[in-house]
């Protein structure tokens, strides 16, 4: 059974910084995407970053690029996902996942998140101004 735990999340002011950090279990973290999603008060889940399998492909969303990192260990069973200049709109809960590379079906990784099927259950992160 996989299964993923994030960790990290906190209460910052605007401009501070964060990392999230995503651990693996239950399969060969090797041949999973890990992505980073967020879901705000009343809005749908947003993915935000996501790594290859390889960790050689990474994919921002517009809102986060040239402010947040993702990356992973190689060899280990961690993700990242380093967060600076953080600003109000990026509060809301942080999930990682897994997508294995049958699911992505030929892409390395991607932001939709119909392709990950394994989900941790969230930290929260809360930005005030």
């Known amino acids: 059974q996989i299964q993923l735990e994030e960790s990290g999340g906190d209460s910052v002011q605007s401009g501070g910084s964060l990392t999230l950090s995503c651990t693996f279990s239950?399969?060969?973290?090797?041949?999973?995407?890990i992505g980073w999603f967020r879901q705000a008060p009343e809005k749908e889940r947003q993915g935000v970053a996501c790594?290859?399998?390889?960790?050689?492909?990474?994919r921002y969303d517009d809102s986060v690029k040239g402010r947040f990192t993702v990356s992973r260990d190689k060899g280990g069973i961690t993700a990242y996902l380093q967060m600076t200049n953080l600003k109000p709109e990026d509060t809301g809960v942080y999930y990682c996942?897994?997508?294995?590379?049958?699911?992505?079906?030929?892409?390395?990784?991607?932001?939709?998140?119909?392709?990950?099927?394994?989900w941790g259950q969230g930290t929260q992160v809360s930005v005030s101004s």
């Open positions: 996942a897994s997508a294995s590379l049958a699911r992505l079906g030929g892409l390395v990784t991607s932001l939709d998140p119909k392709f990950y099927d394994y």
């Open positions: 239950g399969a060969t973290f090797a041949y999973y995407a």
């Open positions: 790594v290859s399998s390889t960790g050689a492909a990474t």
